[in-house]
């Protein structure tokens, strides 16, 4: 064979070659096409038709997590209640205590200003008033040996329950236990669904007065609790607590398995679901399961193409945080 036909033979090989990659080049990029044509198609679809599916989904993830937010904030409510409710407690018994003292004085009073009608035998020279006092205490008051408040008997029982945890009220439907019959009633309206005290000014109603209160500085703007170490107010003392637990790291809710801890509870049942494998928020498009509703909610900017993240110096717009800070250092700034 002559050096000719070898050469033509070598060029229509290689052209041969050439062709078939440029026809596979072809072959990918109309698949490309196909495939973004699709996709675009699908976000049309979701644009003009929402299903109702969808917002299903995103409604009862929502709904969950707000849910174990407030299942938070009513133990710290609970807290804040029972403090509130033992300060009413004390100083009931306080006024009570100081109407008895006040009736007894008068009844001294008196009788030292008509000593006709008194004994005469107890106002002798070596009497003092504060004896006579003491020697009626000793039969109408008593003094807590716990707390050093002087109690009248009557009241004492009640009182000694405060430091000896008795509950002899309970709750016939879920047995929870209380110290007085008042604070019974109040937890049997979480079964009534009653709610006596409605706010004046949005008309939302409660079971206690305390609850009412902190809804009431939703309307007044009133927060009363502030932290003293960097000025920060809360219109709840749990709020409160649960923020200056940044300032002592302390991290009361710990994990079982792993041993982290977190300062909130919330936080601690997010992290228990990557030991779990719980992904309770799932995508009604592509059905992609998450263990926090926020990851559902960037996933879920996939298929509408809302990009709420843009760029203050180009306007380029993303979908994700990190990716319009990736953004800025590649193309704002000397960082890499």
């Known amino acids: 064979m002559s050096s000719v036909q070898h050469l033509r033979e070598f060029i229509s090989q290689r ?15 109309i698949v ?12 049309l679809d979701i644009s003009w038709k929402p299903q109702i599916k969808l917002h299903k989904v995103v409604a009862e993830s929502i709904s969950r997590t707000r849910m ?10 609970n807290q804040e209640q029972n403090q509130e409710q033992n300060q009413e407690q004390n100083q009931e018994l306080n006024q009570e205590q100081n109407q008895e003292q006040n009736q007894e004085l008068n009844q001294e009073q008196n009788q030292e200003q008509n000593p006709s009608t008194s004994n005469r035998a107890g106002l002798s020279s070596g009497s003092t008033g504060p004896q006579k006092h003491g020697a009626q205490e000793g039969s109408r008051w008593h003094c807590c040996k716990d707390c050093g408040k002087v109690i009248k008997r009557s009241n004492l029982r009640y009182h000694q329950r405060l430091h000896t ?16 019959v008042a604070s019974l009633k109040t937890h049997q309206r979480i079964h009534t669904g009653e709610k006596p005290y409605s706010c ?3 008309g939302a109603a409660f079971t206690t007065v305390a609850s009412l ?3 009431q500085r939703i309307h ?11 000025g920060a107010s809360f219109t709840q003392l749990g709020s409160l607590k649960t923020h200056q637990r940044i300032h002592t790291g302390e991290k009361p809710f710990s994990c079982g398995k792993c041993g982290a801890a977190f300062t909130q509870l919330g936080h601690l049942k997010t992290h228990q679901r990557i030991h779990t494998g719980e992904k309770p928020f799932s995508c009604g498009q592509c059905g992609a399961a998450f263990t926090q509703s926020s990851d559902l909610q960037k996933n879920q900017r996939i298929h509408t193409g809302v990009k709420p993240f843009s760029c203050g110096q180009c306007g380029a717009a993303f979908t994700r945080l990190d990716s319009l800070k990736k953004h800025q250092r590649r193309r704002h700034t000397a960082e890499k």
Do not use: M, V
């Not at 490309?32 to 976000?43: M, T």
């Open 15 to 29: 052209l041969t070659a050439a062709a078939e990659e440029i026809f596979s080049e072809f072959e990918k990029t």
């Open 165 to 180: 945890g008795e509950k002899p009220y309970s709750c016939g439907q879920c047995g929870a236990a209380f110290t007085t």
């Open 220 to 230: 007044t703007g009133e927060k009363p609790y502030s932290c003293g170490q960097c």
């Open 200 to 202: 004046g000014q949005c």
């Open 213 to 215: 209160k902190t809804h």
């Open 32 to 43: 490309q096409y196909e495939e973004e044509i699709g996709r675009q198609r699908r976000l």
């Open 68 to 77: 174990e937010q407030n299942q938070e904030q009513n133990q710290e409510l």
